[in-house]
């Protein structure tokens, strides 16, 4: 079994019991505190998972125009996934404690270098202890593996110029809260509004009130009713820094959907530039 979007606290358990070749990922993250995830994990984590920083291993480098969460250079977080002990054909099972956006950025990032055997943890850390998981101290090191073998990116992106020349035929779907996408509030950028012509589809509104995602079927009919097409064509995912847009991604994809175009600079890039437009209410 090799899952591609999410997996079950009990599927993973089977897998552990087996001894599949396994690497397990903690994503856990704050953005108002950058430090909480490792504390967090620190005192408790899945056995055997080891700790992956939104800010040190998810993104790249940020230049003031490029947006909070850039997305890392490929060759960086090739070698990276090798110290991790991820290589062609080995499970990856990412997961946090906050619904899983964290968690589905990793998962977005491993499918862009090429490697498809990658999931995340539907319910994440709740959903481990609800079905009788425990939590360890430990921290054990991967056997480090050489860079991963990059395949063509199998996850598309569009940039802000390209994204400019197309607000007219693409849907763009933004993953912020509902205040933060009317411009009512702006906590972490320094504009507030949205990008002319998206709509709003907050990240937790793909989950259950337990923290897991929705049925496949009940995402496909709330993503179909927003006027997503079986294969996502034309879909652009953007949030404030294309963390949380990676969300309604895997969403798309695990509601059978198909892969839609991610905006990694978002609206903390887009806002940057004074000359793009701006659409608040």
């Known amino acids: 079994m090799h899952p591609k979007t ?69 060759a960086d977080f090739a070698a990276r996934a090798g110290r991790w002990g991820i290589g062609p054909g080995v499970q990856v099972v990412a997961y946090d404690a906050q619904g899983g956006p964290y968690a589905a950025r990793a998962w977005w990032l491993l499918q862009w270098l090429g490697h498809l055997q990658a999931a995340v943890l539907d319910g994440g850390t709740g959903a481990w202890l609800a079905a009788g998981g425990h939590l360890a101290t430990d921290t054990p090191g991967a056997a480090p593996l050489p860079p991963y ?68 079927g009940q995402l496909r009919t709330e993503f179909t009713a927003l006027g997503v097409a079986p294969g996502a064509a034309g879909v652009v995912q953007q949030c404030g820094s294309g963390v949380t847009a990676c969300h309604n991604l895997l969403a798309l994809a695990h509601a059978g959907l198909g892969t839609s175009t991610l905006y990694p600079g978002s609206w903390s890039e887009w806002s940057s530039d004074a000359s793009r437009p701006v659409a608040k209410g």
Do not use: W
């Open 6 to 74: 999410l997996i079950t606290a009990a599927e993973l358990q089977g897998l552990l019991s087996a001894g599949s070749p396994l690497v397990l990922l903690d994503c856990s993250f704050d953005l108002a505190d950058p430090a909480a995830g490792e504390r967090g994990h620190a005192t408790g984590h899945l056995p055997g998972a080891q700790y992956v920083h939104l800010d040190r291993d998810l993104a790249g480098v940020k230049n003031g125009r490029n947006g909070r969460h850039p997305l890392p250079d490929r």
């Open 149 to 216: 073998p990059a395949a063509a990116p199998a996850m598309p992106t569009i940039d802000a110029q390209a994204l400019l020349a197309r607000l007219s035929d693409v849907r763009i779907f933004d993953a912020r809260a509902a205040e933060r996408y009317r411009g009512d509030v702006e906590p972490l950028d320094a504009v507030a509004g949205h990008i002319p012509g998206a709509v709003n589809r907050f990240f937790k509104d793909n989950l259950l009130p337990d923290g897991r995602f929705k049925p496949a």
